[in-house]
């Protein structure tokens, strides 16, 4: 199975050659080693009984300095075991599976029906998980996807220059994805929600908007610190060559 990494370490990984003039990687896709998990935090929406709707990703520039654009997301084979996990336990039984799944000018998207009761200890853990993002506890999703075709940003603003710069993700697999708890995961993209227009038809729609926690600004203190050294770590070590 492919290897999900953040997109810091997968970064670290193809670090720009003009940048360092250091050994790394090809500087652009495509690479199947390494996969890239990146997280939403966006608004739920109660499709009908255990079924909650989610916006997975869109092309907003992240918390890395990335975007993953939305019309180059590879579903085929996804579409073909389409189960949703928590939190990436790819060893354990999923909590659900992804419904009416795609994507449309702004955000890739997916229905998760979850798991109803009959299935033993898996059921009880998708009807908690199911509960916590109905009443707003939860709603957060995590995508992990095989880079297919990326580039390294010019824009001096996302490091552009640097040898740490943003990436363009400009055509990207599907892989899996997880509804998570956000200060674990080391991803987390939106400061807040974003609400959806609700949709039309017999069912009953309700947004649940949730607000970023506040340990995501320690989150980002420590990103921003981790930044720094590492910024300086690589060209010492092109001084020392």
């Known amino acids: 199975m492919i290897a999900m990494i953040s997109s810091h370490q997968f970064k670290t990984l193809h670090v720009k050659p003009s940048a360092t003039g250091l050994p790394t990687r090809a500087a652009k896709g ?7 998990r990146k997280t939403a935090i966006e608004s739920v929406e109660k ?43 790819a060893d354990e039984l999923p909590i659900g599976k992804a419904i ?11 229905s998760v029906k979850f798991l109803p009761g009959g299935y033993g200890a898996a059921s009880d853990l998708a009807d908690t998980i199911y509960r916590m993002a109905v009443d707003g506890y ?26 740490f710069p943003g990436i363009d993700f400009l055509e990207q697999e599907l892989v899996e994805f997880s509804i998570v708890t956000v200060p674990s995961n ?3 993209l939106i400061d807040g929600a974003i609400p959806i227009e609700p949709g039309g038809g017999d069912n009953d729609v309700s947004p649940v908007i949730v607000p970023a926690p506040a340990q995501l600004l320690d989150f980002d203190r420590h990103r921003r610190r981790a930044r720094a050294a590492l910024l300086g770590v690589f060209p010492a070590a092109q001084h020392r060559e």
């Open 30 to 36: 495509p690479d199947g080693a390494w996969g890239v």
């Open 47 to 89: 499709l009908n009984d255990r079924t909650l709707g989610f916006t997975l990703s869109t092309a907003s520039l992240d918390r890395d300095d990335d975007t993953v654009s939305v019309a180059g997301w590879q579903l085929d084979n996804y579409a073909r075991n389409p189960v949703v996990l928590w939190s990436h336990r």
């Open 186 to 188: 080391p991803d987390a």
């Open 100 to 110: 009416d799944f795609g994507r449309d000018e702004r955000r890739l998207f997916s």
């Open 138 to 163: 939860l709603a957060a999703t995590s995508v992990g996807f095989r880079p297919v075709k990326w580039e390294f940003t010019e824009d001096e603003t996302r490091g552009g220059g640097s040898w």
